[in-house]
Nanobody, 129 residues
């Protein structure tokens, strides 16, 4: 399984970036997909998730209203559109695929790293103030 994240870069505060994650080696439409981020010296944190069907999305409070997660099951890709970026959004962003049963997520939610089987290598987002 490979998850290839791309789209990171340097952007000014208030700007936008679109991250993409291309998946291979798995039946993509069977997996819930998530984006997490990790800033230097901090733990990896949940950013956004989308269910396997694309019907339901979840966001961390810190990005709600600014970020949008979407997926294209025909192209095995998931995207994270980031707008109104702030310096505190700077981090390495990771995409992840979670294939556990629905009852797992019903109790554990989509925000824990333990809910994801596979991880990409990360893409760096830098936000200048």
């Amino acid at each position: 399984v490979q998850l290839q994240a791309s789209g990171g870069g340097l952007v000014q505060a208030g700007g936008s970036l679109r991250l993409s994650c291309a998946a291979s080696g798995l039946t993509f439409s069977n997996y819930n997909m998530g984006w997490f981020r990790q800033a230097p010296g901090k733990e990896r944190e949940f950013v956004a998730a989308i269910t396997w069907s694309g019907r339901t999305t979840y966001y961390a409070d810190s990005v709600k209203g600014r970020f949008t997660i979407s997926r294209d099951n025909a192209k095995n890709t998931v995207h994270l559109q980031m707008s109104s970026l702030k310096p505190e959004d700077a981090a390495v962003y990771y995409c992840a695929a979670g294939g556990y049963a629905a009852r797992y997520y019903a109790t554990a939610g989509y925000g824990a790293t333990a809910g994801y089987n596979y991880w990409g290598q990360g893409t760096l987002v830098t936000v200048s103030s």
